[in-house]
């Protein structure tokens, strides 16, 4: 657990480093702005699409979300009801509106947003997870609270699938029984996977 720990110190500090100071602001945007063909192609039509709306530091995932909502995928984003509640789903009716609240989990700062309480409760078909790191083979190390494992685990999706920088790649993560692998990692440079 230490060692996860420290990891996800060391990690959140090389992607925070990374988006600041690698990536011109100009450019931020440009990436990101549609998931690569092989795994647009492992999607089906009218599928449930998850997506997470991203803090400052992580891998954009709100832009996959526009692109599968103009396809007529109907979009789904983390919901909490507290800070020790089981990880939901909520629709995303309109992902080119900011009709999102505060989460249980934001700082005061609006980073960390959600669906309102009254949207439609969902089951994703496919998954679109944040992570802190990940490895070759589709480990994942999260924000260590083990939402989207245990979600993973109980609803099982026909794809998760990792959105990251590349400077979050690790040779190895200390993993445990209930860690949840992906089915693959989409980079600003690379598709893994998928597994």
């Known amino acids: 657990m230490d060692d996860k720990k420290a ?9 925070r480093s990374f988006v600041n100071d690698a990536i ?7 990436l990101f702005r549609r ?13 449930i699409i998850a997506a997470y709306f991203e803090m400052p530091s992580e891998a954009p995932a709100t832009y996959y979300a526009r692109w599968f909502h103009e396809r007529g995928h ?3 984003l ?7 509640a089981p990880m939901q789903f909520r629709e995303w009716e309109n992902p080119f509106a900011e009709d999102l609240g505060a989460s249980p989990f934001d700082d005061g700062t609006g980073n960390a947003l959600q669906p309102p309480a009254d949207a439609q409760l969902l089951v994703p078909d496919v998954v679109f997870c944040p992570l ?3 490895t070759a083979q589709g480990e994942r190390l999260g924000q260590g609270g083990g939402h989207y494992d245990r979600f993973l685990a109980e609803h099982p999706p026909r794809l998760a699938i990792g959105l990251a920088w590349d400077c979050q790649l690790v040779d190895s993560l200390p993993t445990e029984p209930h860690d949840r692998p992906l089915d693959a ?3 600003p440079t690379r598709l893994y996977g998928p597994f």
């Open 7 to 15: 990891l996800r110190t060391k990690l959140r500090a090389a992607r």
């Open 78 to 84: 983390p919901w909490f009801s507290g800070r020790t």
């Open 35 to 47: 998931p690569p063909n092989p795994i647009v192609a492992m999607i089906p039509e009218g599928a």
């Open 74 to 76: 109907r979009i789904a």
């Open 185 to 187: 990692v989409i980079t």
């Open 132 to 134: 802190v790191g990940f």
């Open 24 to 30: 011109p602001q100009s450019q931020r945007g440009l």
